[in-house]
């Protein structure tokens, strides 16, 4: 699978062509199976595909306006009541302490991975977007202030083909036994 990761690019151009469901829900699947630690699985997505919701969330997105061009946004968010056994009003942000919210962050995270790979696996184009803040992407799709939005992720058919950007060398990133 080396050559698949490889080969992922984010794509910010798509053609005007829909999304099959089957497609979607396949995606949504692979994300579904992705590990989680103590089998939370904190991750539910949804999938937008009204051009007046998809123009909301790419203002909230800093007004990102090539987002547009994606048929289909699946907006991925984190469920903190999976780590919290008490039922107590809680807000989230970016400046939340919660330690359990870093936890549902990184087990998010991991599922979105899937969706992207498994998007290149259907020949689908996708890019992972997070430039924007809680409290004003929530209220759009009436997220409650207890969810946390990770990302979203833009799908469609691939109408470019970039090319591969620099990566730091392996050896500049790997330790044995400590720093």
């Known amino acids: 699978m ?3 990761i490889k080969m ?14 089957e497609k979607i829900i396949q995606l949504i699947e692979s994300a579904r199976l992705a590990p989680s630690g103590s089998n939370t699985q904190p991750w539910h997505f949804i ?15 800093h007004n990102q ?29 970016e400046n939340s302490p919660q330690e359990e919210l870093k936890q549902i962050i990184r087990d998010t995270s991991i599922s979105v991975g899937h969706v992207l790979l498994e998007a290149d696996n259907l020949g689908l184009g996708t890019c992972w977007v997070a430039w924007f ?8 799709l009436n ?14 058919y ?16 790997i330790h044995y036994e400590n720093w």
């Open 2 to 4: 080396i050559k698949e």
């Open 65 to 93: 306006k090539w987002m547009l061009s994606a048929p289909v946004f699946i907006v991925c968010v984190a469920d903190i009541r999976c780590r919290m056994e008490e039922d107590v009003d809680i807000s989230l942000n």
């Open 133 to 140: 803040v809680q409290d004003e992407i929530r209220p759009i």
């Open 158 to 173: 691939k109408n470019e083909t970039p090319k591969a950007r620099s990566r730091k060398k392996l050896e500049d990133l």
């Open 8 to 21: 992922r690019r984010s794509i910010r151009k798509y053609i005007d062509k829909p999304v099959e469901n």
């Open 143 to 156: 997220i409650p202030s207890d969810k946390y939005v990770v990302g979203i992720i833009t799908l469609g």
């Open 47 to 61: 999938v937008v595909k009204s051009e007046l919701s998809r123009q909301k969330l790419a203002e909230v997105s």
